[in-house]
């Protein structure tokens, strides 16, 4: 047995669910911040079975695809480490996908 960790945008999370619920995947959602942009982001975990686990990654990565966003940085100020000046400028960054982990797992009790 296994247990994936997945990392998704919120505005993946609600499908991803629905999707990996549809197939048979008991999901646990939890609601937490990435540290990129800080913005929202939802971590799922599934225990799968070692046969199942190819069919949980297509889910996954059907669901989650990495697209561009406009965002906004704020700009330094030359010379002065750690400073900002005002104003911004915008920057497109890529966002969505995934960031999964699969972990062995020793033992599984559902009580």
Not at 35 to 47: D, I, P, Q, W
Not at 79 to 103: H, I, K, M, N, R
């Amino acid at each position: 047995m296994k247990l994936i960790i997945a990392i998704v945008q919120d505005e993946d999370a609600s499908r991803l669910v629905s999707n990996l619920m549809k197939d048979g995947f008991s999901v646990t959602k939890l609601a937490t911040t990435g540290g990129f942009l800080r913005a929202g982001n939802t971590t799922l975990l599934l225990g799968v079975e070692d046969d199942k686990i190819r069919a949980a990654m297509d889910i996954i990565e059907h669901v989650c695809k990495s697209r561009r966003q406009m965002t906004t940085a704020p700009s330094t100020m030359p010379g002065v480490a750690g400073s900002y000046a005002a104003g911004s400028y915008p920057v497109e960054v890529t966002v969505g996908g995934a960031t999964v982990f699969v972990l062995s797992v020793d033992q599984f009790v559902k009580l």
